[in-house]
């Protein structure tokens, strides 16, 4: 059994050489008597937050920190091998919370959704179709409450979340523009998702001006992902009675002291609405939400790029991918494909 572990804990930047691959016995069958389900995992997911798992926290944090030596564990796309639960046999596809490694003794199989659309790319449920397509939706329409007619800025525009907000915005009749890293992004932000405007936040001089430009009459909604001096600069943009769904602040994650924020007054001035979420607390609508996207894919209305690393091997390269802007559309890792 193939794994992924945690070498050490991380201040600052991480490095690959945080993590370690290493080879043990893979356990493929279930304790008798027990509900606990063997699977093998064929892809697993790279996403930001992992990043806050790998510090040891004095609080507890939202998420258990990982643990030096142990296996780490991240959102995948698994088959059922063995099976002590009545709601799931061998060969059924679900996703949910596994390890990062080929095989995983899971004991709360209530935990995992079944896969209900394998006709689609099953890797998807890594990203579109799963965790970061929910959070999309979730803070798009929920916190973001848009109107036809809104003007919408997205930043980490080109990512597992922000193609995906962009896309919804259109099919809303929403003006959006969106920020990304490279010029091969913006790109993409353009011709493939259907943005009206991208820019390189890397090349501006000036983000204020360049806000200014593209939202002469300002933001309705702020999709944020970054935080930092992208929130700062979007703050004095904002329209009154802006909304910011507050979904990630990526800029932050590596500092040991985060970076203060100015403008801030302008959340009052302008009456603005900056409201954080967190993608579990709307797992129950996960059915709901999975019909839709599903339709929307089968029909051409969404379209998703995926950046895919093959085997375990490269899954501590691709995770620090994330904070250079490395990954072109989703993160994720291949271990096996059936
Ligand atoms: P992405 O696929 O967008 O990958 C991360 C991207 O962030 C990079 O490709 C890079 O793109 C950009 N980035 C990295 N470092 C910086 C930096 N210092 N400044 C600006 N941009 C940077 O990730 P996700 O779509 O999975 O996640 C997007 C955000 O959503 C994250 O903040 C994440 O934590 C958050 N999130 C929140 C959830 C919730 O429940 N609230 C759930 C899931 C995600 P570029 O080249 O464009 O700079």
Known sequence: NKRVVLKRYVTGFPGADDMEVVTGTARVAVPPGSTAMVLKNLYVSCDPYMRGRMTKHERPSYVPDFVVGEVLENFGVCKVIASGHQDF?????VWGMTGWEEYTLIHNPESFFKINHPELPLSYYTGVL?????????????????KKGDNVFVSAASGAVGQLVGQFAKLTGCYVVGSAGSDE?????????????????KKEQDLDAALRRYFPEGIDIYFENV????????????????????CGMISQYNLEEPEGVHNLFEIIAKRLRMEGFM??????????F???MAGYLKAGKIAYVEDIAEGLEKAPEALIGLFTGRNVGKQLVAIARE
Do not use: C
């Open 227 to 246: 935080g930092g001096s992208t929130l700062e600069a979007v703050l004095p943009n904002m329209r009154i009675h802006g909304r910011i769904p507050t």
């Open 290 to 292: 999975e019909q839709e």
């Open 130 to 146: 799963g965790m970061p397509g929910l959070t999309a939706w979730a803070g798009f329409f929920d916190v973001g409450k848009p």
């Open 279 to 288: 993608v579990f607390d709307y797992y129950g609508q996960y059915h709901k």
């Open 89 to 93: 046999k061998v060969g059924d596809l």
């Open 185 to 201: 992004k913006v790109n993409l932000l353009k011709t493939k998702f259907g943005f009206d405007e991208a820019f390189n936040y």
